[in-house]
């Protein structure tokens, strides 16, 4: 008596999970969307608001945005996330792209200035360095605050832009707004001990830390100095988990010092969309 000869079977469709709602999550989506994913997309917001550009994604078929959840724990395993507030999603990829947050308080009218912290902030810089320097008719002066990689990056963005930058690693304990049109330009620093620096511009760069809570109940592998290890085409330590923007570290540098969001999204894309390409399925015959 003969085996029962094997018959094809319709793969379940690809459940692709999403941990951070962020300029790397949305582009992520953006491209799984543009490259025709044919699964489903689950975003767990770690944002209490509702911004426009996840609006816009929720109307996709395929996604579903599940705005104020914010994951809290990955089971492995199981291949589940769990919400802070108890709801559980099961996932066949996982990405986590929960970001970064600033080490220290945010310094009194900080909003009044520029800041970088990523690459993608070299673009609005530039785009502010040229409205001030139309306004003002010369080279503006520029106050940069910060140390470490994101200062050294920030300098080098206002130094090819034409700014002279005056570089301070001492924290300010307030910003002056300035009288640029844009409204969004501060022009001094006030220190704890009343001094102050003065120019056109303020740029803040300062310290920040990966977002990468959620390694742990997962098993991540993580960096010394914080951040989910990565390889080079955002695999994480464990199968089908993958992590982009901030919350990602390469060779220990958080990776949105080393790659754009939209840039690291499109390749992690990529390398999703193969991951749940469907393969030949065979089921016993009834």
């Known amino acids: 008596m003969s085996a029962p000869a094997p018959s094809p079977s319709t793969p379940a469709a690809t459940r692709i999970v999403i941990a951070g709602a962020g ?23 770690n944002r209490d608001d509702t911004p426009a550009e996840l609006l816009e994604l929720a109307l996709l078929p395929q996604v579903s945005v599940r ?4 994951a809290s724990h990955i089971d492995a395993a199981k291949r589940t996330v ?17 970001g970064s947050a600033p080490v220290a308080n945010p310094v009194e009218g900080a909003g009044s200035c520029l800041s970088y912290s990523t690459i993608d902030d070299a673009a609005r810089i530039s785009r502010a360095v040229g409205e001030v320097t139309r ?13 470490g990689a994101a200062a050294g990056q920030a300098e080098a963005v206002l130094r090819a832009r034409g700014v002279r930058p005056i570089r301070t690693t001492a924290r300010p304990a307030a910003i002056v707004p300035g009288t640029s049109a844009s409204g969004l ?16 511009l303020v740029v803040l760069a300062e310290e920040r830390v990966s977002r990468d809570g ?17 390889s080079q ?14 919350a990602a570290a390469f060779d220990g540098v958080r990776l949105g010092l080393l790659v754009a969001a939209a840039s690291a999204a499109g390749a992690c894309a990529t390398q999703l969309l193969s991951a ?4 030949p399925v065979l089921q016993a015959a009834a």
């Open 276 to 279: 749940s390409a469907p393969g």
């Open 185 to 200: 330009v501060a022009s001094a620093v006030i220190f704890e001990d009343g001094s102050s620096m003065s120019g056109d």
């Open 135 to 147: 306004e003002l008719g010369r080279r503006p002066l520029g106050i940069l605050v910060g140390n």
């Open 23 to 45: 300029p790397a999550a949305q582009a992520l989506v953006t491209q799984l969307d543009q490259g025709r994913f044919t699964g489903t997309i689950t975003v767990l917001s």
């Open 82 to 98: 769990a919400t802070a507030d108890g709801m559980e999603f099961g996932y066949d990829q996982l990405v986590i792209a929960t």
């Open 214 to 230: 959620l390694a742990a109940s997962a098993g991540l592998r993580t960096a010394a100095s914080g951040g989910i290890v990565i």
């Open 233 to 246: 085409d955002f695999r994480t330590s464990v199968p089908g988990i993958w992590a982009i923007g901030d």
């Open 67 to 70: 705005f104020g959840q914010p």
